[in-house]
């Protein structure tokens, strides 16, 4: 089992930034991929980024690549995503992911973290 808790969300002008973190608990953080997520009001989640257990980023969707970056520090249990030039499609709830990445792993998510970008 693992226990995610994300924080660093908030209202912030477009064009400016944010660093979000999630903090894992109740396992060991290092044998999971991290993942970072966002549901938009009447949209469907879809992936942010995704980070693999040595740190390096597996990926990022189009739509945020130049703009955000996904990191972890293993030491700390804790994936960060520092979101820079923010736009106001970017409004949505922001979701932690920790899956060990094998077939049939489980998905473990956090409760999100709210950010609202005002143009």
């Known amino acids: 089992q693992v226990q995610l808790l994300e924080s660093g969300g908030g209202l912030v002008q477009a064009g400016g930034s944010l660093r979000l973190s999630c903090v894992a608990s109740g396992s060991i953080f290092g044998l999971y991929l991290m993942g970072w997520y966002r549901q938009a009001p009447g949209k469907q989640r879809e992936l942010v980024a995704r980070?693999?257990?040595?740190?390096?980023?597996?990926n990022y969707a189009d739509s945020v690549k130049g703009r955000f970056t996904i990191s972890r520090d293993n030491a700390k249990n804790t994936v960060y995503l520092q979101m820079n030039s923010l736009k106001a499609e970017d409004t949505a709830v922001y979701y932690c992911?920790?899956?060990?990445?094998?077939?049939?792993?489980?998905?473990?998510w956090g409760k999100g973290t709210l950010v609202t970008v005002t143009s």
């Open positions: 980070i693999r257990s040595s740190g390096t980023p597996i």
């Open positions: 992911n920790a899956n060990r990445g094998v077939v049939g792993a489980t998905d473990y």
